[in-house]
């Protein structure tokens, strides 16, 4: 089979390995028909994530169909349409029982291992550990370009941001930055009754997008950002202030914005540490979140999309087949240049 495979730093290629095969009883194969590009695939490219080696296929999201089962799974059967979504879980583990395999001790110490830590998504076929408890069936009426959103960027905006955030009926939102994660949690604030949902991104592309996404207001990046927030909210600050980018300053901000009693709701990936306000913050009543998405809300998503309450589809903004991979991750890379938010890739 073909499959885009990490060679180090800087160097990938779309290139002959040998077939995805079952190793262990509680594995299936899915024949991968719909995939997508993370930005967590461009940290790895750049040679941020040790854990990944040479030799590595990447991709940690796809939308498929069962080709071949383990003698041990019984909830899956060749020919299903399956979503394989980041984190594969055991459901044993203490982790997975208390309904956080975002840590599950068996598939490796962490559950995000496709792309990672054992073979990805970026194949034409890929293994998949632990298919009883880690698949999810796609109902009719979800088309594979909706789907492939929830294997990661739609439960993490939802999870990591507007759970976390414990966003409430009538509760004012700020989501910094308005990229797939940030759209994510627009999206889905709005179910959880947000009166006002204001997004805040240096770029007015994604400004747009956030709009059409459910945002009741757009605040450029400017000096004036944190006193225009503070404006559109009666001078309180909002009640729930997601951060989606992963930068200092952008976690500032979003600290900044928050209102006594309220939450902020850090879902960037952050490298370098950040020096927070204690002096001004012990004194607010604030919490503070973080933390990898566990991708549980996964069913509830899949329902919601199912009946059109959350428009997974709107994500994807270019299309290419498993011979323009190259393109697709030149078009990914170069985001907010190209108009793009996601891209979906299929075999042909
Ligand atoms: N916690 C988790 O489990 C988890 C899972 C997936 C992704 N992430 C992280 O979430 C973050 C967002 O992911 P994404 O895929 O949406 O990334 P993205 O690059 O598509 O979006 C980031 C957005 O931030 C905007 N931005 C850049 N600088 C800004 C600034 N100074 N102020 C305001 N906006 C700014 C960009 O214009 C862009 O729209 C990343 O850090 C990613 O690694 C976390
Ligand atoms: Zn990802
Ligand atoms: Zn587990």
Same mark, same amino acid.
């Given at each position: 089979?073909?499959?885009?495979?990490?060679?180090?730093?800087?160097?990938?290629?779309?290139?002959?390995?040998?077939?995805?095969? &079952?190793?262990?009883?509680?594995?299936?194969?899915?024949?991968?028909?719909?995939?997508?590009?993370?930005?967590?695939?461009?940290?790895?490219?750049?040679?941020?994530?040790?854990?990944?080696?040479?030799?590595?296929?990447?991709?940690?999201?796809?939308?498929?169909?069962?080709?071949?089962?383990?003698?041990?799974?019984?909830?899956?059967?060749?020919?299903?349409?399956?979503?394989?979504?980041?984190?594969?879980?055991?459901?044993?583990?203490?982790?997975?029982?208390?309904?956080?395999?975002?840590?599950?001790?068996?598939?490796?110490?962490?559950?995000?291992?496709?792309?990672?830590?054992?073979?990805?998504? /970026?194949?034409?076929?890929?293994?998949?550990?632990?298919?009883?408890?880690?698949?999810?069936?796609?109902?009719?009426?979800?088309?594979?370009?909706?789907?492939?959103?929830?294997?990661?960027?739609?439960?993490?905006?939802?999870?990591?941001?507007?759970?976390?955030?414990?966003?409430?009926?009538?509760?004012?939102?700020?989501?910094?930055?308005?990229?797939?994660?940030?759209?994510?949690?627009?999206?889905?604030?709005?179910?959880?009754?947000?009166?006002?949902? &204001?997004?805040?991104?240096?770029?007015?592309?994604?400004?747009?997008?956030?709009?059409?996404?459910?945002?009741?207001?757009?605040?450029?990046?400017?000096?004036?950002?944190?006193?225009?927030?503070?404006?559109?909210?009666?001078?309180?600050?909002?009640?729930?202030?997601?951060?989606?980018?992963?930068?200092?300053?952008?976690?500032?901000?979003?600290?900044?914005?928050?209102?006594?009693?309220?939450?902020?709701?850090?879902?960037?990936?952050?490298?370098?540490?950040?020096?927070?306000?204690? /002096?001004?913050?012990?004194?607010?009543?604030?919490?503070?979140?973080?933390?990898?998405?566990?991708?549980?809300?996964?069913?509830?998503?899949?329902?919601?999309?199912?009946?059109?309450?959350?428009?997974?589809?709107?994500?994807?903004?270019?299309?290419?087949?498993?011979?323009?991979?190259?393109?697709?991750?030149?078009?990914?890379?170069?985001?907010?240049?190209?108009?793009?938010?996601?891209?979906? &890739?299929?075999?042909?």
């Amino acid at each position: 089979m073909k499959a885009l495979v990490y060679h180090g730093p800087g160097q990938k290629a779309w290139e002959e390995v040998p077939d995805a095969t &079952i190793q262990e009883p509680t594995d299936v194969i899915v024949r991968v028909d719909t995939t997508t590009i993370c930005g967590t695939d461009l940290h790895i490219l750049q040679g941020d994530v040790a854990a990944v080696t040479d030799g590595r296929i990447l991709g940690h999201e796809a939308v498929g169909t069962v080709t071949e089962v383990g003698d041990a799974v019984t909830g899956f059967s060749v020919g299903d349409r399956v979503l394989v979504p980041a984190i594969t879980k055991c459901g044993r583990c203490a982790y997975c029982q208390r309904g956080m395999p975002s840590h599950c001790q068996t598939v490796g110490g962490i559950g995000w291992i496709f792309g990672h830590l054992i073979d990805g998504t /970026q194949a034409e076929t890929v293994r998949v550990p632990y298919a009883d408890t880690s698949l999810y069936a796609v109902p009719e009426g979800v088309t594979n370009e909706q789907a492939i959103f929830l294997a990661d960027s739609l439960p993490t905006g939802y999870e990591v941001g507007v759970l976390a955030g414990q966003v409430r009926p009538g509760d004012t939102v700020a989501v910094v930055g308005a990229g797939a994660v940030g759209l994510s949690a627009i999206l889905t604030t709005g179910l959880w009754g947000a009166s006002k949902v &204001i997004a805040i991104d240096t770029n007015k592309f994604r400004l747009e997008k956030a709009l059409e996404f459910g945002a009741t207001d757009a605040v450029e990046v400017g000096p004036g950002t944190v006193a225009e927030v503070i404006a559109l909210t009666d001078g309180l600050g909002v009640d729930v202030s997601i951060e989606a980018v992963g930068y200092p300053e952008t976690l500032l901000t979003a600290a900044s914005l928050v209102r006594p009693g309220g939450s902020i709701a850090n879902i960037g990936v952050h490298g370098t540490p950040v020096e927070l306000p204690m /002096q001004d913050m012990w004194i607010q009543n604030v919490r503070l979140t973080m933390g990898l998405v566990d991708t549980v809300s996964i069913p509830t998503l899949l329902k919601m999309v199912a009946s059109g309450r959350i428009p997974a589809e709107k994500m994807g903004t270019h299309s290419f087949t498993f011979s323009q991979m190259d393109e697709a991750y030149d078009v990914f890379k170069h985001a907010a240049a190209n108009s793009a938010l996601k891209v979906v &890739i299929t075999p042909s």
